[in-house]
């Protein structure tokens, strides 16, 4: 008896280990995405650059991370977690550093783009690790919980990256965050370890049951069903929907507030903090709110839609008062409180994937954050160009309200107990 509880323990603490390395690991993903943006004032000053250059550079980092999602999701599958997530995490520490080297926009622009495909990989073979350790009740909390320690990391890089830039020069902001990634990985590869096939997973769902493939030592993608899946389509788009909003706040932002608000370097540092770390409290609380209902009612669907549906409308009911406000400080309340509904989306959306993934939940994954990376890579070059060319910020989040709502409609086309690798019956 008291051996089977040390038995039954021990996966659960297992499980919370897991969790909370890949909490830090997201935390270092967003400070190596956010630090450009913070000092981009001071690069575009240093070397000339226009707005419509900067966006460029900002979404070379996407269109790679774009890329090589699926790819990278694959590898995660196919070589588990600990080996692929502890390459590509040292991988991008390096290529962080790689920026204080750059004399030009090329040279940035490529600095950005090699970045991209390290990090390509993180997010689809973390959610493969939460898939072996994290029971389907529990997944929206747990994608919530890790998405809000990545605001975090936002949140802390403006105040960071100022003080850092201050007092060293800017260039001194990416070392210290490479170091801090090099350092995650090779505790992730010593402590992490796969979770063996044979073992008894922890309380899957029906579905995952009935699809687990249990004569395959490796997964394999049946890419033709998974192309074809309505259902993998509306998540998509719903994803891209996020996504275009989201790499406003991670690209432009700093500037937004410098410029349009008027607001001094140090004060952007503390303002820009504010959307991350509203966000930080929507991430949780969508998880947290999506696993409830999915307890309480027993219907994946109604938790998984009704927390994404809610998430995508409320945002732009905050977000285009908030651009239309003249007021500077009352645009920030409105664009954080913004950002707090738009993260709600996240432990549905990570989690849904997740229910109609199942072994191939880094790869399904990894499609659904292809098109949200295909947002991250149009969504800063718009802006810039209507900006520059247009002399209008408002335009650009004219488009991301519409974008919310033609994702809520994704939304409810979206259905969790549908698995995405087997051919819908009609």
Not at 1 to 22: E, S
Not at 101 to 130: C, D, M, N, V, Y
Not at 269 to 294: E, H, K, N, Q, R
Request: hydrophobic residues 50%.
């Amino acid at each position: 008896m008291g051996q089977n509880k040390a038995h039954a323990k021990r996966p659960a603490g297992k499980k919370w280990l897991v969790m909370v390395l890949l909490c830090f690991m997201y935390l270092i993903t967003y400070m190596d995405r956010m630090n450009l943006s913070i000092i981009a004032p001071i690069i575009s000053k240093e070397f000339s650059f226009d707005k419509i250059t900067m966006g460029i550079i900002f979404s070379a980092f996407s269109w790679s991370y774009m890329i090589f999602q699926i790819p990278c999701g694959y590898l995660g599958d196919r070589f588990g977690p600990r080996r692929t997530l502890g390459i590509f995490t040292f991988y991008w520490s390096v290529l962080t550093a790689t920026i204080v080297g750059a004399w030009s926009k090329t040279s940035f622009w490529f600095a950005r783009f090699f970045l991209g495909i390290g990090e390509a990989g993180a997010f689809p073979t973390a959610t493969r690790a939460l898939t072996q350790w994290v029971p389907p009740t529990e997944r929206a909390f747990a994608q919530g919980l890790t998405h809000a320690f990545s605001r975090l990391g936002a949140a802390i890089t403006p105040p960071l990256t100022v003080r850092l830039a201050s007092k060293w020069g800017w260039r001194s902001a990416f070392w210290f965050f490479a170091i801090v990634g090099a350092v995650w990985a090779i505790v992730w590869y010593l402590v992490y370890r796969d979770r063996d096939r044979d073992r008894p997973q922890p309380l899957q769902s029906e579905n995952e049951v009935a699809q687990k493939a249990s004569s395959a030592e490796r997964p394999k993608i049946p890419w033709r069903v998974l192309l074809r899946s309505k259902n993998m389509w509306a998540i998509n788009i719903q994803y891209f929907a996020y996504g275009y909003s989201l790499w406003f706040y991670l690209t432009w932002l700093p500037t937004y507030f410098v410029e349009v608000r008027q607001f001094s370097l140090v004060k952007t540092g503390f303002y820009a903090s504010l959307p991350f770390l509203t966000g930080m409290v929507g991430d949780t609380l969508g998880g947290w709110l999506c696993d409830t209902i999915a307890v309480r009612t027993g219907s994946l669907k109604l938790s998984r839609r009704g927390v994404g549906v809610v998430a995508m409308l409320a945002t732009v009911v905050f977000l285009i008062p908030g651009v239309l406000t003249e007021n500077p400080v009352r645009a920030v309340v409105l664009l954080s409180i913004s950002a707090f509904f738009l993260e709600m989306n996240i432990g549905p959306a990570w989690a849904v994937v997740m229910d109609v993934g199942q072994e191939c939940a880094g790869t399904v994954s990894g499609m659904m954050n292809m098109w949200g990376s295909l947002a991250g890579a149009l969504s800063p070059i718009i802006f810039g160009v209507a900006w520059d060319r247009l002399h209008s910020t408002t335009i650009g989040f004219v488009i991301s309200g519409v974008l919310m709502m033609v994702g809520a409609v994704a939304w409810l086309m979206t259905d969790p107990n549908q698995s995405v690798l087997v051919e819908t019956q009609t």
